[in-house]
């Protein structure tokens, strides 16, 4: 079991810059995807972004690529979460978790596949 701890959350204004971390306890081999995911209240939780912790080789949800971007500190087993030019509908609780099976795919057939989640952290855009 890992245990995945977020940290970095908080009040930004709109068009400010957040830098998430997501420490993670526990073995994290070759091929495991850590990823990013973010949900509102009365909303689907919806994939950010994610790194495959050997090669470095990341994925990021469409509307994202360009403002944030993820990064891996392997002697802290830790990831990280840049975010840049925030707006207000992306005020969320903002998770990471484990893929063991190298993939970046998050649907209803491929949820389960993601075993380990942290507990959030809370990013509030606004003015």
């Known amino acids: 079991q890992v245990q995945l701890v977020e940290s970095g959350g908080g009040l930004v204004q709109p068009g400010g810059s957040l830098r998430l971390s997501c420490a993670a306890s526990g073995s994290i081999f070759g091929n495991y995807v850590m990823g990013w995911f973010r949900q509102t209240p009365g909303k689907e939780r919806e994939f950010v972004a994610g790194?495959?912790?050997?090669?470095?080789?990341?994925d990021y949800a469409d509307s994202l690529k360009g403002r944030f971007t993820t990064a891996r500190d392997a002697s802290e087993n830790t990831v990280y979460l840049q975010m840049n030019s925030l707006l207000p509908k992306e005020t969320a609780v903002y998770y990471c978790a484990l893929n063991r099976r190298g993939s970046f795919d998050y649907t209803a057939s491929t949820r389960a596949l993601w075993g380990d989640w942290g507990h959030g952290t809370q990013v509030t855009v606004s003015t």
């Open positions: 790194m495959i912790w050997n090669s470095g080789r990341t």
